[in-house]
C-alpha cells in the first residue's frame, strides 16, 4: 500500500506561493488611485508640500491616504479570506514603495529639497500606520468575504 503522507519538505513554500498577481494587484492599484492624487496636491500646495508650511492642514490627506490602506487592506481581505493579512502586507508595501519613492524623487531630484529630520519621523511613523491599517482593513475584508459564502 503507497504511503500517502506529505513529506517535510513538501507543501506550501511560503504564505503567497499559487497567488495570482491580480489579487495583489487590484488592492495596491486601489490604494494608489486613491493615494497619488492626494499626495500631488498635498506635495504642490502654495508651491510647497503641506507639511513644511507650519499648519496643521496637511493632516487632510493623511487621513485620506490612510483611508486608502485601510480599504486597499479590506479589498484584499475580501478577494482572498484565506491569505488576507499576507496579500494586504505585499500591497500595501508595494504602494508604499511607489509613494515613498515618489515623495522621495520630488524632493530630491525635481524641487532639489532636502527632507527635513521631523519629516521622515512622520514618515516612518506612516509607514508603520500604513501596515497597520492594511491588516486591520484585510481582516474586516476577510470577515464580509467570508460572510457571502
Known amino acids: 500500500m503507497p504511503n500517502y503522507e506529505k513529506s517535510a519538505g513538501s507543501g506550501r513554500r511560503g504564505p503567497l506561493r ?3 498577481l491580480v489579487e495583489i494587484a487590484i488592492p495596491t492599484c486601489l490604494v494608489l488611485v486613491i493615494s497619488i492624487p492626494v499626495m500631488i496636491v498635498e506635495e504642490d500646495w502654495h508651491g510647497r508640500p503641506m507639511i513644511d ?3 496643521h492642514l ?3 490627506p493623511a487621513i485620506l491616504v490612510a483611508a486608502a490602506f485601510l480599504f486597499g ?6 478577494r482572498c479570506p484565506s491569505s488576507a493579512v499576507a496579500h494586504a502586507v505585499v500591497a500595501g508595501t508595494v504602494a508604499l ?5 515618489g515623495a522621495m524623487y520630488r524632493r530630491l531630484w ?5 527632507v527635513p529630520h521631523p519629516v521622515i519621523r512622520l514618515w ?3 509607514i508603520v500606520g500604513a501596515f497597520i491599517l492594511s491588516v486591520i482593513g484585510s481582516l474586516f475584508g476577510r470577515r464580509l ?4 459564502f
Open 18 to 20: 499559487g497567488t495570482k
Open 58 to 60: 496637511w493632516i487632510l
Open 97 to 101: 514603495a511607489v509613494l515613498v519613492l
Open 110 to 114: 525635481f524641487a532639489h529639497e532636502s
Open 53 to 55: 508650511q507650519g499648519t
Open 145 to 148: 468575504g467570508a460572510e457571502r
Open 73 to 78: 487592506g479590506a479589498l484584499a481581505g475580501f
Open 124 to 126: 516612518c511613523l506612516a
